[in-house]
């Protein structure tokens, strides 16, 4: 009799472990999902697409705050030969039509050209080729939690982080007395990245005396490129304060891939 009950006991516990087993890869870990996504989509597809960038700028405060809004747009192609980018004619006429204006009156605003360094080569490798950006990110981070969601109707699983200060320079560092921030990654069935949302707040102290204050937010969106992650929507804020100073940026970037 114990024997036979000794075998119930054992056929029970090999049911619950592969019940545990099916259960686990049912609700399989977001973070692994995610991690082994990104290493499948750091491929090197042929692109073509439109980049366009909405910039607003505002220094000061009151009546002696300065504006400064521009809308910019190039074409860019990413492939075997390496990456090139495209500056239409009349992209050209108004940026000569800017320095000409600049001569006549220091004064002058250079929006343009302020707009034109968001397609600085890291920038645009960081949009192209963002499996690389988010994986490094994810280096530092500690996952705080998953959930189900949903990204534009659809369902999708919510991974939370916490950032430490330590993905900062030693030399940031060294100047920050307060620091927080904060990463949502929302990822589909497979682990694919569908959108992120980072938020970055900072206080500190510098060169003795000047006190500052840094609060910056990013949204990201993005999409599929064969086996490349791209960027397809950047909203971009920041505003700081410090020696009397206040500064507030907000950049939007749209890439409009080319079939």
């Not at 890869?25 to 995610?34: F, I």
Request: aromatic share 6%; with cysteine.
């Amino acid at each position: 009799m114990w024997i036979f009950e000794k075998r119930l006991i054992a056929v029970s516990l090999f049911g619950l472990s592969a019940l545990s087993l099916m259960c686990g890869n049912a609700h399989a870990d977001g973070v692994t999902d995610l991690k082994s996504a990104l290493a499948k989509l750091q491929g090197n597809a042929s692109l073509k697409a439109i980049l366009e960038a909405k910039s607003w700028n505002r220094q000061g405060e009151g009546k002696d705050a300065e504006e400064m809004q521009s809308v910019v747009s190039v074409s860019v192609e990413d492939g075997a030969r390496g990456m090139q980018i495209l500056y239409s004619k009349d992209l050209l006429s108004r940026l000569q039509a800017e320095e000409q204006a600049k001569q006549k009156d220091p004064k002058a605003k250079m929006a343009l050209s302020k707009a034109l360094k968001e397609f600085n080569s890291t920038e645009l490798r960081a949009l192209l080729s963002a499996a690389a950006g988010l994986s490094s990110r994810l280096e530092t981070a500690v996952f705080k939690s998953e959930k189900n969601d949903t990204f534009n109707n659809k369902p999708a699983r919510l991974l939370s982080f916490d950032i430490p200060v330590e993905h900062l320079s030693e030399k940031d560092r060294k100047y920050i007395k307060k620091y927080e921030s904060k990463l949502d990654v929302w990822i589909d069935s497979d682990g694919t990245p569908l959108a992120s949302r980072s938020s970055e707040v900072a206080s500190g102290r510098a060169f003795v005396v000047v006190s500052f204050d840094v609060k910056e937010d990013e949204n990201l969106v993005y999409g599929l490129v064969g086996d490349r992650l791209v960027v397809l929507k950047k909203e971009w804020k920041n505003l700081s304060s410090g020696a009397g100073e206040r500064n507030e940026i907000r950049v939007i970037k749209t890439l409009q891939v080319q079939t």
